[in-house]
């Protein structure tokens, strides 16, 4: 994994476009980094732990245009699902890295985290990098074949079997992680929707966007735990200071201020408010619905050779309308954050997608507008150029006494 530089709030657009990420001057990521030499893994003949870290980062590019943006005009993606396990790989190592830096996770502790699926490869790889057992907490939510990778790769999965009556899955999963935690001495959560490692684990993306593109106007992120729209949203709003970042979320989701409800798509959205998400550095937001993701995901598939999950999907939409409507000299830059085997049994399965009403259903050409996130629900795709924290919205106005609300006066 390339090392993380602390020169990004100096560089210029200039100097980024310059500066080869992989030898920017870096802050130590990996004990083999502070030590010097990096141990052998158990197994002969295994490679190294620093050539397992170098699989991940320096992802392709590819340009998209028709049919999802008019001939001449189009975007660029970050082709992210390029990295062994996708773009959790990143984080997953970063935060475990900081982790034993800081005396935070000891050698041959347990590694314990909720995840929906990316992150855990993320850390199982990071786990045979450095030596750590890994339980990953999930739900029945998650693909089978996902299930078997991660017990090839070693590690531990643990199913919550319902969900939370508030907070979903998402929830349960983590109040599973503090059981766990507690029976498992010396243990660690990296706690991703909250842990500022897991943003500062994007600065080498946002470098490489830069290096290769010269010049961003526009970035278009799907949003989660907020960590990779937060970590590279912050690195190229330092560059370039009039960038617009757009957020793509899911229907169903909380994280901007829309109602939970129970989702389809996986790798996007939330049940809970992460706190890495940086509401401040959004433009706008979309929600996007799981039958336009998967037909985004069939056209960039049939036209681009270019397949991913729902994320994809809902990016590629998204940038696809803004390649249409913004100037035709505008670069964006889209962010794909995996490949397309673990949803090969659902976004590109004719079955699964008939059963579900995703078949075949076109989006809209322009996305519905709203004012503000809480002045509608979306149920198709929506966007909103008002982004505020939900729970600012939620919180009673300072003008009304507590009592007064709590009394519904």
Not at 15 to 36: H, V
Not at 45 to 58: E, F, H, I, M, N
Not at 270 to 290: C, L, M
Request: charged share 20%; net charge negative; hydrophobic share 35%.
């Amino acid at each position: 994994m390339q090392s993380l530089t602390n020169a990004s709030t100096t560089l210029d657009a200039g100097t980024a476009a310059s500066t080869d990420t992989t030898t920017a001057s870096a802050t130590p990521t990996s004990a083999a980094t502070s030590t010097g030499t990096a141990a052998p893994m158990n197994t002969p003949g295994a490679p190294s732990r620093s050539a397992l870290s170098a699989l991940v980062g320096d992802t392709p590019l590819l340009r998209v245009s028709d049919p999802l943006a008019p001939a001449g005009r189009g975007f660029w993606a970050k082709l992210e699902g390029f990295n062994p396990g996708g773009i959790k790989d990143r984080p997953g190592l970063y935060m475990v890295e900081r982790a034993r830096a800081r005396g935070d996770l000891r050698p041959g502790g347990r590694i314990i985290e909720s995840t929906s699926g990316t992150l855990g490869l993320g850390l199982a790889l990071a786990g045979l990098v450095h030596r750590h057992p890994v339980t990953l907490v999930t739900d029945p939510g998650l693909e089978p074949s996902m299930t078997r990778l991660l017990g090839v790769y070693g590690a531990e999965v643990d199913i919550v079997d319902e969900p939370h009556p508030t907070g979903g899955w998402q929830q349960a999963r983590r109040d599973r992680v503090v059981e766990l935690l507690q029976q498992h001495t010396g243990s660690w959560c990296p706690d991703q929707y909250n842990n500022p490692d897991n943003t500062a684990a994007y600065t080498p993306l946002a470098l490489e966007l830069a290096s290769e593109l010269g010049h961003i106007d526009v970035l278009v992120c799907s949003v989660g735990t907020g960590g990779h729209s937060a970590g590279v949203g912050r690195v190229l709003r330092q560059l370039y200071p009039e960038i617009t970042v757009v957020g793509v979320d899911t229907i169903g989701s909380t994280i901007f201020g829309q109602p939970a409800r129970t989702r389809v798509m996986r790798g996007l959205g939330s049940s809970i408010y992460p706190r890495n998400v940086a509401y401040d550095r959004f433009s706008e937001v979309h929600w996007v619905a799981p039958h336009e993701a998967v037909w985004a995901c069939r056209k960039l598939a049939a036209s681009h050779y270019a397949t991913g999950g729902w994320s994809v999907g809902a990016v590629a939409l998204v940038a696809g309308w803004l390649a249409r409507t913004m100037p035709a000299d505008a670069r964006i830059a889209a962010i794909f954050p995996d490949g397309p085997q673990r949803y090969l049994g659902t976004v590109y399965d004719d079955e699964y997608c008939a059963r579900h009403g995703l078949l075949d259903v076109a989006p809209p050409p322009e996305p519905e507008l709203i004012g503000r996130a809480d002045e509608k629900e979306a149920v198709r795709w929506t966007r909103c150029t008002d982004v505020v924290d939900p729970l600012v919205l939620r919180a009673p106005s300072p003008a009304r006494r507590p009592a007064d609300v709590e009394e519904g006066k």
